[in-house]
């Protein structure tokens, strides 16, 4: 077994792609998450060490960091709303401390890039400056700095995606002139395990981006062209900044006090003007933005999907996700697994769908034909516990264009009743079997 690695911000984007990449290479993670039931639906939960704490409290992460030898420090506060950047800052110190108390013997911190001796947004001089906190410890920190991420689940990739679905002439402010270098979030996660397993670059901060600089207006055209969708751009002199992030909100996943930080981000380029990395890191093969963009497109399936929207309990939930409205629902039921799955059988043989997965008395996953703007998905899983068996549906839309988002908005009221529906007829023909049976 290899040595102890702590991930610390496990429910967010980077540690969830990092911490199947760390246990294919058998390393020993632990996971660092203020609430540990929001890791619970994750597929890689049963074969981490999950651990509760917060890096605003600092008497917290001592049990976390204990044993540790290397700690991922993948931590932001943009959602946090007003003041978030001296909660990053307040945050990393106690981190840093902490570490150096429980004997760690390297940190590797993924941090944002600009350029430092520019006028930059807070978002982006709250990223460095974290970076620098960190170094002021005593324990060596390698810092990797990425702008735009390209990948499914990224906040900046999923801005992208939604924004050019959504709106055959894109709207945007002048900023979208400045340039980019984006990289695949891939790529991201090979420089984070090269400075685990390399020692050249260990304490050093590094630029990191993709083999292209692009303008960042270019980045939706690319994704427009992947998606084998025509789109333009029109540019507007002043669109307040405020009523950009309340855009994006509404239309993407990505909620309004990081879109409000993010979108703040584009005021600047955000290019590699010292690239070392491909010197002391010549292991990470680098893909483009366009080759990035068709591996998100080919994984736009409920099969490659990060599953974050069952870790609060909530029974009926809807979220858009990984270039996917989903529509989440469970329901208790009080008769056994098989009876459930034969249920499910039945309902599904009856319908116009297609059965791409089928695990005996754990989960089934159907296609849907003919969908209008798009490609839909039903999948069902049953889980158990002492106290109750649940059926959990979860309806997986990928808008294509503007229809897709039409169909899904304008007749969303009707397809909720739908699902209700569906859900609620396998419960009684399960139940109903399971009186038959009793009768019999």
């Given at each position: 077994m290899q040595?102890?690695?702590l991930v610390t911000g496990a429910t967010g984007y980077?540690?969830?792609?990092?911490?199947?990449?760390?246990?294919?290479?058998?390393?020993?993670?632990?996971?660092?998450?203020?609430?540990?039931?929001?890791?619970?639906?994750?597929?890689?939960?049963?074969?981490?060490?999950?651990?509760?704490?917060?890096?605003?409290?600092?008497?917290?992460l001592a049990p976390a960091l204990m044993g540790v030898e290397t700690?991922?420090?993948?931590?932001?506060?943009?959602?946090?709303?007003?003041?978030?950047?001296?909660?990053?800052?307040?945050?990393?110190?106690?981190?840093?401390?902490?570490?150096e108390r429980a004997g760690v013997r390297h940190i590797i911190y993924l941090g944002g890039l600009a350029d430092p001796e520019q006028h930059i947004a807070p978002h982006m001089r709250s990223r460095i400056e974290t970076g620098v906190v960190l170094r002021q410890g005593k324990v060596p920190v390698t810092e990797f700095r990425a702008g735009v991420i390209a990948?499914?689940?990224?906040?900046?990739?999923?801005?992208?995606?939604?924004?050019?679905?959504?709106?055959?002439?894109?709207?945007?402010?002048?900023?979208?002139?400045?340039?980019?270098?984006?990289?695949?979030?891939?790529?991201?996660?090979?420089?984070?395990?090269?400075?685990?397993?390399?020692?050249?670059?260990?304490?050093?901060?590094?630029?990191?981006?993709?083999?292209e600089v692009t303008y960042y207006k270019d980045l939706m055209l690319k994704y427009a062209r992947a998606r084998g969708l025509r789109r333009s751009m029109i540019l507007l002199?002043?669109?307040?900044?405020?009523?950009?992030?309340?855009?994006?909100?509404?239309?993407?996943?990505?909620?309004?006090?990081?879109?409000?930080?993010?979108?703040?981000?584009?005021?600047?380029?955000?290019?590699?003007?010292?690239?070392?990395?491909?010197?002391?890191?010549?292991?990470?093969?680098?893909?483009?933005?366009?080759?990035?963009?068709?591996?998100?497109?080919?994984?736009?399936?409920?099969?490659?999907?990060?599953?974050?929207?069952?870790?609060?309990?909530?029974?009926?939930?809807?979220?858009?996700?990984?270039?996917?409205f989903v529509h989440h629902r469970q329901a208790q039921v009080n008769t056994t697994v098989e009876q459930i799955f034969q249920a499910i059988g039945n309902f599904s043989q009856k319908t116009n769908w297609k059965v791409e997965v089928r695990e005996e008395n754990e989960r089934v996953l159907v296609r849907i034909k003919n969908q209008i703007g798009g490609q839909a998905w039903i999948e069902w899983r049953v889980t158990q516990n002492a106290d109750s068996t649940r059926l959990i549906q979860t309806v997986f839309f990928a808008p294509r264009g503007l229809p897709g988002f039409l169909y899904w908005y304008l007749l969303y009221p009707l397809r909720a009743i739908v699902f209700y529906w569906q859900i609620k007829k396998i419960v009684r023909t399960a139940n109903f079997a399971k009186e038959m049976r009793r009768s019999a």
């Open positions: 040595n102890l690695i980077i540690a969830s792609r990092l911490i199947p990449r760390l246990l294919n290479s058998k390393y020993q993670i632990r996971a660092l998450v203020r609430d540990p039931q929001r890791l619970a639906c994750r597929s890689w939960f049963r074969h981490v060490e999950v651990v509760a704490g917060d890096v605003m409290n600092l008497a917290s700690a991922y420090y993948l931590i932001h506060n943009m959602s946090s709303g007003r003041g978030y950047t001296e909660r990053e800052l307040e945050g990393a110190r106690n981190f840093a401390l902490a570490a990948g499914s689940g990224s906040i900046s990739f999923e801005m992208i995606r939604f924004t050019t679905e959504a709106f055959p002439i894109v709207p945007g402010p002048m900023w979208l002139n400045n340039k980019s270098q984006p990289i695949a979030a891939q790529n991201v996660i090979d420089y984070l395990l090269a400075a685990l397993e390399n020692p050249n670059g260990r304490g050093a901060v590094f630029e990191i981006g993709g083999p002199p002043y669109v307040p900044l405020w009523l950009m992030a309340f855009g994006v909100g509404v239309m993407t996943p990505v909620p309004r006090p990081i879109a409000y930080a993010l979108i703040g981000g584009l005021s600047a380029d955000s290019v590699v003007k010292h690239p070392d990395a491909l010197r002391v890191f010549p292991e990470v093969h680098l893909i483009d933005f366009d080759q990035a963009a068709r591996m998100a497109l080919d994984e736009l399936s409920p099969l490659h999907v990060e599953r974050v929207w069952g870790d609060d309990g909530q029974m009926v939930k809807t979220i858009k996700h990984e270039g996917f």
